[in-house]
């Protein structure tokens, strides 16, 4: 009998993702989207939001949803992106476009989530074409809004799979998740 181990089918998967997409599906503004989900499991510490170190298991999910965007008769949604984009900090626009503005994109997250008796807890990192994106000030919050509503968008076409439309849910969430802590522990404006 032939045993195949589930993380290495899923790091094949990961690699194949990454190297050549052949995925060519069309539809109001977006082009080539492919997207990917690795899932794991493992028992470790983590920390509590009232302090407390306790020991469980922390399931992990990183995806990636690998895309091409567009402006044309249906949407606008490359000139969405560089809209939003506008709106953020000089110095992360500098680094988007040291990079080269382009119209392919990259978009992934990676989240680790425990549950115990008392809560949930979670958290989520994301980069956009190899670039970090923290939600960690009021000028990065109109590309997390773009995002969320394109990754809804997304999730809302009709031939799209459960399965890609699970993914574009989860990857959704995260995104509100992280946006609502920082918009929660927001400082107050400066005069």
Do not use: H, W
Request: hydrophobic share 35%.
């Amino acid at each position: 009998m032939l045993y195949i181990d589930e993380n290495l089918l899923a790091n094949l998967f990961f690699m194949m993702f990454n190297s050549n997409m052949d995925n060519k599906i069309t539809f109001t503004g977006i082009t080539n989207l492919s997207v990917a989900r690795r899932l794991s499991n493992k028992f470790g510490t983590y920390i509590t939001s009232a302090g407390d170190v306790k020991q469980g298991d922390k399931a992990y999910a990183e995806f990636r949803i690998k895309f091409k965007l567009t402006d044309d008769e249906s949407g606008q949604d490359l000139t969405d992106y560089k809209n939003a984009l506008s709106k953020c900090n000089k110095s992360f626009q500098a680094k988007c476009l040291g990079q080269n503005l382009t119209d392919e994109f990259v978009f992934s997250v990676k989240r680790c989530s425990v549950m115990d008796d008392a809560e949930k807890i979670s958290n989520s990192n994301f980069m956009l074409n190899n670039i970090g994106l923290l939600p960690n000030e009021r000028s990065i919050l109109p590309l997390f809004s773009y995002l969320a509503k394109l990754t809804r968008k997304m999730a809302s076409l009709p031939d799209i799979s459960e399965a890609k439309k699970d993914i574009f849910k989860q990857t959704n969430q995260s995104i509100q998740e992280e946006a609502v802590k920082y918009i929660e522990n927001m400082p107050p404006l400066s005069k």
